[in-house]
């Protein structure tokens, strides 16, 4: 395989300036301990059951299997290949920036025991926007794609909003593992994307 473009480093300097400009931006910053807090007051004993339910959705116990469940079939092989790398790149990516802002979490959060790690940025929003995103590039062509497309944002974004109402995440981590991930994919699509 030959070496990344042009097209896909810039994706990825991008992504990198972007998340270091962000995680910078927000530390002590108002706006995300606000929305926190207004989160904090639409809690019922429901809603903590239903956010607990969908924040797994990220998770790399879920998302890893799904991966290779594609790779293991012949006829989404090359589905399970982008989606795989897409998912391992941005989880690579948000483990080494978590370790290098060491961002504590936010001191109010619901899920017992506390995620282990650092707040910034958020791994499970980066997973499941590279594994949707990988996704979506691959079935671009399927009748269904506009349906799936709005089925699986959707889904993702909830993941995203669960990190919020269970409190542990800040919304500019939640935004910069997104943010991670789009950019991550954009490089890599860039890069192999073309050939799927």
């Given amino acids: 395989m030959p070496l990344p473009p042009i097209g896909s480093w810039l994706c990825w300097?991008?992504?990198?300036?972007?998340v270091t400009t962000?995680?910078?931006?927000?530390?002590?910053?108002?706006?995300?301990?606000?929305?926190?807090?207004?989160?904090?007051q639409q809690r019922t004993p429901a809603l903590d059951l239903f956010w607990r339910g969908i924040t797994?959705?990220?998770s790399l116990w879920l998302l890893l299997p799904a991966?290779?469940?594609?790779?293991?079939?012949?006829?989404?092989?090359?589905?399970?290949?982008?989606?795989?790398?897409?998912?391992?790149?941005?989880?690579?990516?948000?483990?080494?920036?978590?370790?290098?802002?060491?961002?504590?979490r936010p001191p109010f959060a619901i899920i017992d025991p506390m995620p282990v790690g650092a707040s910034f940025p958020s791994a499970?929003?980066?997973?499941?926007?590279?594994?949707v995103l990988a996704l979506l590039?691959?079935?671009?062509?399927?009748?269904?794609?506009?349906?799936?497309?709005?089925?699986?944002?959707?889904m993702a974004s909830l993941v995203a909003v669960s990190r919020l109402y269970l409190q542990v995440h800040y919304p500019s981590?939640?935004?910069?593992?997104?943010?991670?991930?789009?950019?991550?994919?954009?490089g890599l699509i860039h890069w192999i994307g073309k050939t799927i």
């Fill in 13 to 18: 300097l991008a992504m990198l300036a972007l």
């Fill in 22 to 40: 962000l995680g910078l931006a927000s530390r002590g910053a108002y706006s995300d301990t606000a929305i926190l807090a207004l989160l904090a």
């Fill in 56 to 58: 797994h959705l990220g």
């Fill in 67 to 104: 991966s290779g469940l594609l790779l293991a079939l012949p006829a989404t092989r090359t589905t399970g290949t982008l989606t795989l790398a897409s998912l391992v790149g941005a989880s690579l990516w948000c483990n080494a920036l978590k370790w290098l802002f060491d961002r504590p």
């Fill in 124 to 131: 499970h929003s980066a997973q499941i926007f590279a594994f």
């Fill in 137 to 154: 590039w691959s079935t671009r062509h399927h009748p269904a794609s506009p349906l799936l497309a709005i089925a699986l944002l959707a």
């Fill in 173 to 186: 981590d939640v935004l910069a593992g997104s943010l991670l991930a789009l950019l991550w994919c954009a």
